[in-house]
């Protein structure tokens, strides 16, 4: 697996998001992935080495983004069997932005929940059983169940993480729209 510029082990990071600001140029992005001294963005956009970067991750479920200053430390361009993006290096973060993002690498480092969307979920009224005895309550279709539900929470995460996205991209091209019109309005009077 590769490692960040201070040598820390990356992560796959599922289902985190990346707001980028190279520039002027706003954009989102995945994140692939992630340690604490850098991570690895899937995108097409242009950048350059050396370039700064301010880069806001969004984990899904997540209310408050992590705010990370740093620098492109390496671009990959499309090729054969590659997809193209940048890796970060980061270089300025906040002491509690610091350690949520150790926890939020900790917590990505445990086990992928299987996924079980085609398996039918069967469903027993409470009233059917008398009082379960603990053993029962930790069986299999128990256990099936609560990864479902888990897995739906999951997906629930996701579904918003896109949203947040969508506003954050649809914020990007309303402040174009409104410096658009101002310089047409400027040019017309």
Known sequence: ????????????????????????????????????????????????????VEVDLVKPGGRKPLHIRGRVARVVDRGTGRRPGIDVEFLAIAAEEQR????????????????????????????????TPAAEADSPQTARMMVQIKGLLLEMDDLRDQVRLREVEVEELRRQLATAERLLGRRGQ
């Open 1 to 52: 697996m590769p490692t960040g510029a201070s040598g820390r082990a990356r992560v796959r990071a599922r289902g985190i998001a990346a707001h980028v600001r190279i520039g002027a140029a706003v954009f989102a992005c995945d994140v692939e992935e992630v340690s604490g001294a850098g991570a690895f963005l899937r995108t097409d956009h242009r950048a350059q080495a050396g370039e700064a």
């Open 100 to 131: 949520r993002l150790a926890a939020w690498i900790e917590e990505l480092q445990l086990p992928e929940i299987p996924s079980v969307e085609d398996e039918p979920l069967e469903i027993t009224p409470v009233a059917a059983h008398p009082a």
